[in-house]
Nanobody
Framework: QLQLVESGGGSVQPEGSLRLSCVNS????????MGWFRQAPGKAREFVAV????????SYAESVKGRFTISRDNHKNTVYLQMNSLKPDDTGVYYC??????????????????WGQGTQVTVSS
């Protein structure tokens, strides 16, 4: 049973940066494809980024391409989301998720077995 815990959220001004972390302390993340999603107030949860179990493949939502970077360190059981050039539209609760599915294309709308509790990101001047 994975226990995913996100951290690193906070309040930042537009064009600022944050790095989110997702740690599983109960089990290795080595064999899981990992994703990040976000949910803004009053909106549905949306896909942000996904990374393969090896870290060699990844995919991003169009809205964050060129600004966000997903990475992972399997030795630390941690997945990261580096967010640069943040915009007010990036505001929301960010969730990490884990899946045994290998095909990244199947994981942009769901398909994850485990979810974290989320961390709040607020971008405002």
């Amino acid at each position: 049973q994975l226990q995913l815990v996100e951290s690193g959220g906070g309040s930042v001004q537009p064009e600022g940066s944050l790095r989110l972390s997702c740690v599983n302390s109960a089990y290795t993340l080595d064999y899981y494809t990992m994703g990040w999603f976000r949910q803004a107030p009053g909106k549905a949860r949306e896909f942000v980024a996904v990374i393969s179990w090896s870290g060699g493949s990844y995919s991003y939502a169009e809205s964050v391409k060129g600004r966000f970077t997903i990475s992972r360190d399997n030795h630390k059981n941690t997945v990261y989301l580096q967010m640069n050039s943040l915009k007010p539209d990036d505001t929301g609760v960010y969730y990490c998720a884990a899946s045994t599915e290998r095909a990244l294309s199947r994981l942009t709308t769901g398909g994850y077995e485990y979810w974290g509790q989320g961390t709040q990101v607020t971008v405002s001047s």
